[in-house]
Nanobody, 123 residues
Framework: QVQLVESGGGLVQAGGSLRLSCAASARTFNTNAMGWFRQAPGKEREFVAAISWSTTTSYAESVKGRFTISRGNAKNTVYLQMNSLKPEDTAVYYC?????????????????WGQGTQVTVSS
């Protein structure tokens, strides 16, 4: 069983930046791809960004140009750099892992989830 542990959430003013981190407890084929989803109160969990083993990336339209996903050298850590944050980015952000980037862009197919970290953007 792989555990995903997120860190880096917090409170920031609109226009500010935050960097989220997620560390996987083990490197398996189920962590070939990693990514981020978010869930705002009263809304469904939605895809934010994903990265494959070969560092191919995918982003939701709402965050393109503002968020950047990357992996650490050991490939079991993923980061989400969030710039130009907006109040509508406020949500609990969840780290996700799966065996391919196709899996990690689909919340129904995720192999592992983190516990979530709160991001709050004030206006």
């Amino acid at each position: 069983q792989v555990q995903l542990v997120e860190s880096g959430g917090g409170l920031v003013q609109a226009g500010g930046s935050l960097r989220l981190s997620c560390a996987a407890s083990a490197r398996t084929f189920n962590t070939n791809a990693m990514g981020w989803f978010r869930q705002a109160p009263g809304k469904e969990r939605e895809f934010v960004a994903a990265i494959s083993w070969s560092t191919t990336t995918s982003y939701a339209e709402s965050v393109k140009g503002r968020f950047t996903i990357s992996r650490g050298n050991a490939k079991n850590t993923v980061y989400l750099q969030m710039n130009s944050l907006k109040p509508e980015d406020t949500a609990v952000y969840y780290c996700a892992a799966g065996d391919s980037i196709v899996v990690v862009t689909n919340r129904q197919k995720i192999d592992y989830w983190g516990q979530g970290t709160q991001v709050t953007v004030s206006s």
